[in-house]
């Protein structure tokens, strides 16, 4: 069965004090592993998708990484801005079945303090 | 602003009532899906469809039923509702079943 692990559940950090968070996974046949924000009351907004091992996206003050058992997302000198949500997603391949199912992780609550 | 529309943004409804939560996307894209996202148990696919005409089950199915009559629209229907389908309902879709996914705002059921 496939598994997203994501921790910590929950990390406060000073304004400008960076991080990571983590997204371990054990799939068959990794696809893509996505990463959202998800804000209270609102849906996840689309942040990154990593495909192979060694790739690495940014943007602004986020960078996603990804190895063959896990994905970090790194946050350099956070504002309070970034506070919400982030979740990893992994979406499996199964042939001609694949359907483009998502498995989401618990997510991680970041909050930021200024 | 292109997106994806759902209503209502939430609703209270009685135990053993038909409810359908719709959904309308104006990015053209084949692939569409719904999830539910309840506390400790983060999002779980209930149906998908891949492109018009299509649908299948997701990780949790029962006691929903879909309909892609189109390529903009993708109902979500609780033939008789229970409170266990309390939970927040997103639906989301992709360009085609390989690429990202982009969400709604969601619809907050609460079921009494």
């Known amino acids: 069965e496939d598994q997203v692990t994501q921790s910590p559940e929950a990390l406060r950090l000073q304004e400008g004090e960076s991080s990571s968070l983590n997204c371990s996974y054990t799939?068959?046949?990794?696809?893509?592993l996505f990463w959202y924000r998800q804000d209270p009351g609102k849906g996840p907004e689309f942040l990154f998708t990593?495909?192979?091992a060694g790739e690495e996206k940014e943007k602004e003050r986020l960078k996603a990484t990804l190895t063959k058992k896990e994905s970090f997302l790194h946050i350099t000198a956070p504002k309070p801005e970034d506070s919400a949500t982030y979740l990893c997603?992994?979406?499996?391949?199964?042939?001609?079945?694949?359907?483009?199912?998502?498995?989401f992780g618990q997510g991680t609550i970041l909050t930021v303090h200024p | 602003i292109a997106g994806i529309t759902q209503a209502p943004t939430s609703q209270i409804l009685a135990a053993g009532r038909r409810m359908t939560l719709r959904c309308t996307q104006d990015?053209?894209?084949?692939?569409m899906y719904w999830y539910r996202q309840d506390l400790g148990l983060g999002l779980r696919l209930i149906h998908y469809?891949?492109?018009?005409?299509?649908?299948g089950k997701g990780e949790v199915p029962d006691g929903y039923s879909v309909s892609r009559a189109n390529t903009d629209d993708f109902p979500l229907t609780l033939a008789s509702a229970v409170p266990s389908q309390t939970s927040v309902y997103f639906c989301?879709?992709?360009?085609?079943?390989?690429?990202?996914?982009?969400f709604g705002q969601g619809t907050r059921l609460t079921v009494v």
């Open positions: 989301a879709s992709s360009r085609s079943e390989n690429t990202e996914a982009f």
């Open positions: 997603a992994v979406q499996v391949g199964a042939g001609g079945t694949s359907y483009g199912k998502l498995t």
């Open positions: 799939v068959s046949g990794l696809r893509g």
């Open positions: 990015m053209r894209h084949n692939a």
């Open positions: 469809s891949n492109t018009a005409g299509t649908t």
């Open positions: 990593l495909y192979s």
